[in-house]
């Protein structure tokens, strides 16, 4: 079972992108979600993550200009990003917290230019 996030692109610093991830009900309704990324040359880090009660948390970095939700009817979860800087730029994933390698899935590229 992997996850698979859409929603990136090119983008200007300063704009903005959702970004969606599908999961199946046995994933979605008993698991933390999160959002996680890795930019070029960089390990891949944790942005962001949302539990069942809709409880959120984010990485410092990001605090403030991303918004992590969830939708229980359509089981996706998103990510609002808003005030997008270059060093935004990443391959960005969904995955459970803690992750699990099976749910890996391709990512989706934002890439933020200056």
């Known amino acids: 079972v992997q996850l698979q996030a859409s929603g ?12 969606s ?28 993550g949302i539990n069942s009660a809709g409880i959120t948390n984010y990485a410092d970095s990001v605090k403030g200009r991303f918004t992590i939700s969830r939708d229980t009817v359509l089981k996706k979860v998103y990510l609002h990003m808003n005030s997008l800087k270059p060093e935004d730029t ?16 391709q990512g989706t590229l934002v890439t933020v230019s200056s």
Do not use: H
């Open 21 to 48: 991830c599908a999961a199946s009900r046995s994933i979605f309704s008993i698991n933390v979600m999160g959002w996680y990324r890795q930019a070029p040359g960089k390990e891949r880090e944790w942005v962001a």
């Open 90 to 105: 990443a391959v960005y994933y969904c995955n459970t917290i803690p992750s699990r390698r099976d749910y890996w899935g």
């Open 8 to 19: 990136g692109g090119l983008v200007q610093a300063g704009g903005s992108l959702r970004l």
